[in-house]
């Protein structure tokens, strides 16, 4: 109701007297006045003072019905016009001037240039809010692909991944049947591609060339290059290309390009082209930020290498300056007290333990440099694993007099094609770790047998066990275990990376179960009865 009551045209107040409602009778009001002239006329159209009077009367009778009649008409037009004006017709209600010089002329001729300023106004806002709803409706579009790409690099971990999530994204919304990531080198001398959408692996060297052609420009004299900021059309065929390239940018700085490329007859327009160049300068940023938490994880990773290698420094002076000690102590015994045969050969005896000690210490830390450089060989031959589990049971046997050592083996185990040396190695390190987190005593046992095409082996030990949050690390280099470990274990921390590298020569994983104050389950799978793939040098 109160919206039709502001939409109801707009009239003067004496626009409800009956003259003003009904435009007939003001003409015939009009017309009245000017018949009752003319006969005012024609009776005292006589000599003398009556026929003077007369005649005057019948002539203000004549000019007021005349005037009457034309002012009305032209207030009255005045007056619609007023009504178009109120009911939203600003186009309708500019009136025609009648060039008589009066003032109801000067007021249409103001109310019309205010009337036409207006519609000017009208047309030009009418024009900023389609611009402004398309700008909206084109950042809302943008707004919510970016919002999917963020959300979908939540469970991204890895800067490869986050490309190829953001060029499929970037390919959706351009209607790519094509494209292409590319990378800028770190000494900006190249594009290097980085992923491809159903682009064929022969055209990557072609597309990184083009681009690295086109995009940078070197300065011969200096040496600098210098990156192209703007969209890079690749087809040069018609106003509308179906091939662009958008630089990515990032602070004024570009990082790489994306490549799309749509069918011969379905070329971009330039709202898809706007588009695609606001979402390339958010994809740059994503791709930023990627960059900058892997440089931060590389940090943290080399921070946490290095302070495992000042420790590992520590604990490998420590357990190589114990034996030493224990050597030249002994030795200068045997040298100025005199001694029985019998006790000299018990000293001799604990000289060589601790040499031996030693020169495992020395022979893991020389191991694990083989290994960091790959210049290990392996002499490839079938293994029967049973009797390589007794060989090393039998040998802690001695050693380890406070534990039982148990090896048990299937009847009908295939054997395992590696090296023996090596895979001795492994299992003597792993019945070590299990003796030394084993500082009470206790069973450890020896097992293999036959899973599908594998061959398992397993160590298991009755120890202090490894917390849960500190499994997934005690594969890498120089970690020991911390949160229950012992004092005066010793160990330089590089065994279980050593036997991690050399079950994957062979072609195998190692895999651990631990529960804290129950012992640890190290399993070794291994191929069975076929060559091992090797990443390492093999010499036969």
Known sequence: MERAAHSAPLEPP?????LYRFGALRVFAAVLLIMLGARAAEHWLQPGPAGAIGLGLAAGGLLIGVLHLLLGRRLWALVRANQQVAAGELAAAVLPVARIGDEIDLIVAWRNYMLRRVIAVSEENARLYARTDAALHQRLRELEIL??????LVAVPDLDGILHLILERLAKAAGARRGAMLLLTPDA???EMRTAFRLPHEDWAVLEAHLSQTMLQRDDASGAVTVSCDPLVLDGAGALPTRLCFPLQTVGRTIGAVYLERAADDAFDQERMQLLSALADDAALAIERARLAEAAARVEAYRQADALKSEFLANVSHDLKTPL???????????????????????????IAQA????????????AARLEGEKVSLQIEALDVGRLLAEVAALFADRAPKHRLIAEAAPTLPPVLGDQRRLTQVLE??????IRYSPDGGTVTLRAWCDQDRVVIAVEDQGIGIPAEELPRIFERFYRV?????AGIPGTGLGLAIVDQLVRAHGGTVEVRSQVGRGSVFQ??????????SRLRRRS
């Open 14 to 18: 004496l626009a409800n007297l009956p």
């Open 147 to 152: 919002y999917g790409v963020t959300r979908a």
């Open 189 to 191: 001398g190249r594009f």
């Open 325 to 351: 000690t224990f050597i030249y102590g002994m030795a200068e015994l045997l040298a100025v007290r005199p001694s029985t045969e019998q006790q000299r050969a018990a000293h001799l005896r604990e000289i």
């Open 356 to 367: 031996e000690r030693m020169i495992a210490m020395l022979d893991e830390l020389l191991d």
């Open 429 to 434: 390190n792993l019945v070590s770790n299990a």
């Open 482 to 486: 911390r949160s229950r470990e012992p």
């Open 524 to 533: 070794v799978r291994l191929p069975a009865g076929r060559p091992a793939d």
